[in-house]
């Protein structure tokens, strides 16, 4: 079949929530990923940061294959020999007490928000049904009913509603305005270390601890959506480390299973996470054997390979690359570790067309908000293929700038 064959029938059956670049991809490996047509890209996006340890990365999916002719799901009504391994394992590599697993990283937000709200009832004591949790504008936690009611952005609610309660918004970044929003009736924080979705914002030095000094003091929790920019992307296993924080609760996903398995998780010490009990949470397929072998697995390669040390190292190369490309059309670029955003001038006319230009050259990245160009290849990258990719950068800024250029001096055609 044919890349167009392929794309129609996507467009022809599959309901439309995505705005995809046409490239069709039948495989992958490390860095790399392939088109039907036998093109090969660099991968930028890394599925949103899941697939941080690289594409179908060999002891990953060793363990996937091996434990796939074992027991794949027993549900939990019974047990199974994968599931304590990998809890004890995710515990201590983060430092927490205990984990409630999950399969998407949406699930492991609504975890985070149930085990906060009963906390909040039955440990600070907050009247039942009064819970408050104060959240970021331009957040972005998944697309459940109730997460998309706390986010700011209209197209993600718009005929969604009506939504669940118990939300307020501070700006991203702002303390005055954090400090403003908490009543007695305040739970918890919710947090994103750093904005992926709204276009890799990096809030204010001391942000993270500012606001971890006003929970302790205030007696509500912080959570940390670690969901994007946890296990190593910005250079420390954790984006929290950054500010020396330690968040009450911790939300993973993505990288957690290496992008082979669907595997989220929450991870908090047993004054929150002890508080469930049998009935108050469930999922089928959570905490599965399949599931947590791939993730025992991803984990000890985010690990042994020295992942978050090596998106430290290419990630601080890669912005100086960046940093230096002369062009009108660059406004800034920021980031940290291998999650970096370029954002481009109102002169450049949109993002999107900077990562078209980019996949002919065999780069793939996804333009965020439509400003920003995001580069967060896997976490493997190379020296060699870091520069490799910020040459193909360069090439393309300065082509569409010349482009531009001519174009500019030509009679409009019609
Ligand atoms: C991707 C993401 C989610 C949602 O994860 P899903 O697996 O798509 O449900 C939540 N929070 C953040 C910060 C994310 O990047």
Redesign the pocket.
Known sequence: MTTNKFVQLEDQYVANIYHPLDVVIERAEGVWMVDVDGKRYLDCLSA??AVSQGHCHPRIINALVEQAQKATLTSRAFRNDQLGSFARELCELTGYEMTLPMN????A?EVAVKAARKWGYEVKGVPDGQAEIIVCLGN????TTTVISFSSEAAYKRHFGPFTPGFKFVPFGDMDALVDAVTPNTVAFLV?PIQ??NGINVPPAGYLKFAETLCRRENMLLIA?E??VGLGRTGKLLASEHEDIRPDIV?L??ALSGGVY?V?AVVADRNILGLFNPGDHGSTFGGNPLAAAVSRAALRVLVEENLAENAAEQGEYLMQRLRRIESPYIKNVRGRGLMIGLEVTPEARGARRFCEELAVEGVLCKETHKTVVRFAPPLIITREQTAWLADKVEEVFARIEARDAAGKGEPIAG
Do not use: C, N
Request: charged share 25%; aromatic share 10%.
């Open positions: 949103y940061s998407s990283g949406a699930e937000v972005f936690h998944g697309r994103e992926g979705e959506d969901i994007q939300v996903g993505k669907p989220s």
